[in-house]
């Protein structure tokens, strides 16, 4: 029988896996933190402060996983880079992957992040390009990594998936695609930066099932999440304006981009393509139009 | 005032640091896990474990230290490499530093490795020579060191001192040194590998006084400590039997070297020498002569 326990359950990617993890046969145990329970059937939920060793411990002994799949983290936007948090959520992904193994683990997958990569080299290969990241968030990413993917528990299968950039429905509404969204939806001008920034971006529902994938595979150590597709942020903008008849509102060079903003950030995929034998499902145009439609129903704009 | 906080310091190299801070002006307060306290003038010690968080927090909110030197480390010979071990005082490491930082505490150093280098390059240099740890404890050590150099605390200021090869008195007794020195005190054979192995080998007085002057200069990052000096195994080897007159009881080649046992580990000192200004006091000689007389008089052979 394999058991998984997710963790960020409730969070912008933990709730788009849990279907699939059923559809491909799961039983499926999640933890939420602040009690929030995203509907899904036949998901037993559980409420847990994953910073607290003895209520992790408590866990992993209640619901003994087959399976784990590590995507809590603090992730506050605007401050999750630079955070103090960082150092307590790096030691708490060590208590997991140990109580994990206590209880009879023997599969995890924790999400990393494309911030451990030196952005300098733009394009990211798991195995050449060098890592030198440059916040808390990426410092302490990087050295859980290390050690889940380079020295777990004795004869546990391990792999780390690096997460690049994602947009979808119930998006935190200050990051970039839903924060150009909410603005064109409420009648305000989206103020961007030049927008010349190249990106590799995939929608959250696709981010979610290659995670599941990894997790049913036996592929260990880094894999990169991402479409492999390079696209500007200009352009993802303009697919937003443009599915609002907006494109008058769109603002570019009006705010500066971020200081050590890179150039590009594109994921060498062929791991996840090759190893993995996944591919994304959902195009950006589609995925874009999808986000715009929840947004309007969730603000009630017609 | 200074006051600091040393951990291991009933420790090999912990305690012979005690005497070095004592003479720089700090207060001194020591942890030891077993109770066991190294004769030393005006050292307040506790016991504490810390692997355990509340005790951390207890011991920090209690001596409230300005300084932190963190020597303590699952370190048993033979085991310490591969054990799981490793991966609690990783842990550890990130709870001490950020207790450290509740309690006012503004420099903190570390105790490093040379095995978190990739020792295939075989001299290491800190800004260049790429890590790439082959076991456990090597991995642990690096991913600590890079959130305690590359993301501490606001406000605080750290180190990691990477610690090569060393010796001297009060040795684990299956360690290199020690080993050859009991066995030929015995009057027993010393089984050796071919010798032909680089190292770099410094007295652990010298170790603890490096750690001490970095603790007490502004150097940020990582530093090497080390003598700089290649030697081979086998001229440590042979001056330790000819302090015996024992040369012709050494038998090289008896035993097969560890699989992947690298040719040369050597450390570049420049960040040592000249940011730091140190440099060390004891030479091979006179290092190895004085380690023979203590376990002489240990095993009171005469």
């Known amino acids: 029988m394999r058991r998984v326990l997710v963790t960020g359950a409730s969070g912008f990617i933990g709730r788009n896996a849990l279907a699939p993890l059923i559809a491909r046969g799961y039983e499926v145990h999640a933890v939420s ?5 995203p509907a899904a059937n036949g998901v037993a939920w559980y409420r847990t402060d994953l910073l607290e060793p003895e209520a992790v411990a408590r866990l992993m002994a209640a619901v003994k996983p087959s399976h784990l799949l590590h995507f809590a983290w603090y992730a506050a936007p605007g401050k999750y880079q630079a955070s103090e948090e960082n150092l307590r959520w790096c030691r708490a ?47 302490c990413k990087l050295s859980l990594g290390q050690i ?11 792999a780390w998936g690096r997460i690049f ?34 990106r590799d971006f995939m929608h959250v ?37 443009d599915v609002m008849d907006a494109r008058g509102r769109v603002e570019f060079g009006a705010i500066e981009a971020a200081a050590g903003d890179p150039a590009i950030v594109l994921a060498d995929i062929s791991r996840l393509r090759d190893e993995v034998g996944w591919a994304p499902r959902m195009g950006l145009d589609e995925g874009i139009a999808e ?12």
Chains 1, 2 share one sequence.
């Open 33 to 37: 933190w602040d009690g929030e329970r």
């Open 291 to 302: 986000t715009v439609r929840w947004w309007r129903a969730k603000l009630r704009i017609s």
């Open 205 to 241: 529902g696709d981010v979610a099932d290659a995670f599941v994938a990894i997790l049913d595979s036996d592929v260990r150590g880094v894999v990169n999440i991402g479409s492999g597709e390079p696209v500007t942020v200009r352009s993802i903008v303009e697919r937003i304006a």
């Open 148 to 158: 889940v993917t380079k020295c777990p528990p004795e004869g546990m299968s391990t």
């Open 165 to 198: 950039y994602l947009y979808g429905p119930e998006e935190a509404a200050s990051r970039l695609a839903a924060s150009v969204i909410v603005a064109l939806l409420k009648g305000e001008r989206a103020r961007c930066s030049h927008g010349r920034q190249v």
């Open 93 to 139: 992904g060590i208590d997991l992957i140990a109580e994990f193994a206590k209880a009879g683990g023997r599969r995890a997958v924790f999400a990393g992040s494309c911030f451990e990569y030196d952005l300098r080299h733009g394009y990211c290969s798991e195995a050449i390009t060098p890592c030198a990241p440059a916040t808390r968030y990426g410092v």
